[in-house]
């Protein structure tokens, strides 16, 4: 079965006959872009058979089918320069290269992996070899060949195979590949896990005849501890008895007793409950000392029933199981429920579909849909025509790129794509930033609770929309869970069709690269396929409020010259902290500068924190400057500071003018979140907001 949980990933595979393909099957089929490279005759196993009556010129071999469902191919003789140029250029763009060539093949074809590495330092290499690669340990055969029944034959398997000392047997599946198929697709996948993690690839080697040693590894222990050189064990356990194949009347069955519990159950299920008991069998230990009687008295019995009476008595009951050819497994209800075996369609619609064994890993967080048909012969041939070496982005448009990351302040975009159907999707993300001129990346950041999550975990492109001052309403509606958001919002179509806000700063349709998980968050990181940028504001977000980020910095600097006081509008639980004088008259805290504000407040056991600018004004005709923040405060009021309701602020005993518009101000706009900046004079000035600017009388 097929999932896309590696969707994004570029294989290069240039691998020929079992372990390589059987590698890269496992990243096809959990959908990785697996690129078959094959030369003028295509991969060896091309021509192994067997072929279907269907199938008079031997186009499908159902070795190659079943190895390498879901490829692409492309032809390449890499022997030429212009093979070898257009292998670079895929592999500059490649997330991994996997081999099973001889060592130094690669080498002196002048493509090794140092000089593939030098044009994209994190790319992966992979190489399985008979017995290595000399850049992680040269071996003494590092120049001998191999194939699987050499691997099985060195590494000890054969050894341990068999009937007896005489019979030596090699496993049917070819393991020598497909084990050290399996161990590289894990190396790949560890390589490229510190790959995005540090930007930097690897070359990972393995040997078919380490895989062959790991795997035996009970071979290596038992040496070591016993002194005893393992040989073969027949259908045998060498320290557990019932352990192993016995016979039936019409075949064979399996029995895997290690538990005494089991064992006794097995007894009562024979007919002889008192063997559960006996000394000579009641502990596995007596059971392994006595295993010949053990399986004599079992073998007994078993070969008396059939292997449909052995199942119905002991399935569920104890470790068993019939022994199956393939006719029974293709008859077994298991497979059907677990859809082992796998359909493929043929790239010709109307040729009978080909079964092969289907993926066995299951991941519950994704749908396994039905595995694509293998590839002809340099049938992706077409994907060279758009693949170009890679160029030094032109001056212009990295000038010009580097001016569209700077278009933001903290973050404030609205994130959008479209679902499989079309159906647009948005949010607002306050968390963006820029990665990388070149290549062009940017990062967004996804809460993993949000209702378009996986929209956006699993899209292949998206938009990210950096907002002017003039779009807070629109952040808003992004923010909410809406339906109706498109049809609300002006947009039009961009790149790839990806809805892009009209009026936005800067937009940058972008293809997905990468997803990271970062606690509740996802990392969602593209490369920059198109942009667009406009003049204008942006619009900032600073502690759940809404303000002009480049007027803040505006204010603040012309404020700096001549003499000025600082105040500060303090709220705590919806009320607002205020000074009173003997006379019952009121005003906002004030100092000369922030710092003695501060310490003032700090004195008396409050806690201030200064959140934004929020008014400079002149007094006319002494040029002094008030510049008013305002923020939260933390503590209890006490020594001429009192604390007032919102909804009931004493207006009437706010001593200055100017003052008591402020306060009126701040009170309305508290309700909803969103502050202006005033900026003028006592009498009259103007309120910079976020829809615009607005004239205030006083």
């Known amino acids: 079965m097929s999932t896309q949980i590696l969707k994004g990933l570029r294989v290069l595979d240039l691998s020929r006959m079992l372990s390589g393909p059987y590698c890269t099957m496992h990243l096809a089929d959990h959908g990785a872009e697996v690129i078959k490279i094959e030369g003028g005759a295509g991969d060896t196993s091309r021509g192994n058979g067997p072929f279907r009556d269907d199938d008079p010129n031997h186009d499908w071999a159902g070795y190659f089918i079943s190895l390498n469902r879901g490829k692409k191919s492309i032809q390449l003789d890499l022997k030429s320069a212009e093979g070898k140029a257009q292998f670079r250029a895929l592999a500059a763009s490649a997330d991994v290269v996997v081999e099973n060539f001889r060592p130094k093949v690669m080498d002196r074809l002048g493509l090794s992996y140092e000089s593939l590495a030098a044009d994209n330092p994190k790319l992966v290499y992979a190489a399985i070899r008979g017995f290595g690669d000399p850049r992680t340990g040269e071996s003494p055969y590092t120049n001998w060949p191999s194939y699987d029944v050499v691997a099985q034959a060195m590494g ?160 569920g009951e104890v470790p068993f199981g019939p022994l199956n050819t393939i006719a029974n497994i293709a008859r077994d209800p298991h497979i059907a429920a677990r859809k082992m075996l796998a359909q493929i369609n043929g790239p010709d619609p109307a040729q009978k579909p080909w079964t092969v064994a289907a993926n066995p890993l299951r991941f519950g967080a994704h749908g396994h849909g039905a595995l694509a048909s293998p590839p002809a012969l340099g ?41 499989p159907d079309g159906t647009p999707r948005g949010f607002t993300a306050n968390s963006f930033t820029s990665v990388s001129l070149d290549p062009p990346l940017l990062l967004v950041c996804i809460g993993k609770a949000a209702l378009s999550c996986d929209t956006f975990a699993s899209t292949d492109h998206f938009a990210v929309n950096i907002l002017a001052d003039d779009q807070k309403e629109l952040s808003g509606l992004f923010a909410s869970q809406s339906t109706d958001k498109f049809s609300l919002a002006d947009w039009h179509a961009g790149t790839e069709n990806l809805p892009v806000m009209d009026g936005a700063l800067a937009s940058f349709c972008c293809k997905h690269h990468r997803l990271v998980d970062a606690g509740d968050h996802l990392i969602l990181i593209g490369r920059v396929l198109d942009f667009e940028t406009a003049d204008g504001q942006p619009l900032g977000y600073y502690k759940g409020a809404y303000f002009d980020i480049g007027l803040d910095r505006a204010v603040t600097a012309a404020a700096t010259a001549g003499d000025a006081t600082i105040a500060a509008v303090l709220c705590h639980k919806n009320r607002l902290l205020l000074a009173e004088d003997d006379t019952g008259s009121v005003t ?63 207006l009437d005993r706010v001593r200055d003018d100017a003052e008591r518009s402020l306060l009126r101000r701040y009170a309305q706009e508290n309700r909803h979140g969103t502050f202006g900046i005033y900026h003028g004079n006592e009498v009259e000035g103007v309120v910079h907001t976020l829809a615009g600017n607005h004239k205030y009388h006083i």
């Open 588 to 650: 906002l805290p004030t100092g000369p500068s922030m710092e003695t504000l501060t310490r003032s407040l700090s004195d008396q056991d409050l806690t201030p924190e200064l959140a934004q600018l929020y008014a400079v004004y002149q007094v006319t005709g002494t040029d002094a400057q008030r510049i008013v923040y305002h923020g939260h405060v933390q503590g209890n009021a006490r020594n001429g500071l009192k604390f007032y309701d919102l909804d009931a602020l004493p």
């Open 379 to 419: 049938a992706d041939n077409q994907m060279l025509d758009a693949i170009a070496p890679a160029t030094p982005m032109d001056p212009e448009t990295k000038r010009s790129l580097r001016d569209a990351f700077g278009r933001f302040a903290t973050g404030v975009t609205v994130v959008t794509t479209r679902q």
């Open 156 to 315: 000890g398997l054969m050894a341990i195979t068999g009937a007896d000392a005489d019979s030596p047997t090699k496993t049917g599946p070819g393991v020598g590949d497909i084990f050290a198929g399996m161990m590289m697709a894990f190396g790949i996948m560890a390589a490229l896990r510190e790959a995005e993690a540090t930007g930097k690839g690897q070359f990972v080697d393995v040997a078919m005849y380490d895989a062959m040693i790991s795997l035996c590894e009970r071979m290596v222990y038992l040496h070591d501890i016993t002194g005893v050189v393992p040989g073969p064990e027949g259908n045998g356990h060498p320290f557990l008895s019932p352990f192993g194949l016995y016979p039936a009347a019409d075949g064979h069955v399996a029995l895997g007793i290690v538990d005494d519990a089991f064992w006794q159950r097995l007894a009562t299920l024979m007919g002889q409950p008192e063997l559960g008991k006996d000394p000579l069998f009641a502990t596995r230990a007596a059971r392994a000392q006595n295993a010949a009687k053990v399986n004599r008295l079992v073998a007994a019995w078993t070969s008396k029933q059939s292997k449909a009476q052995l199942t119905r008595t002991l399935g």
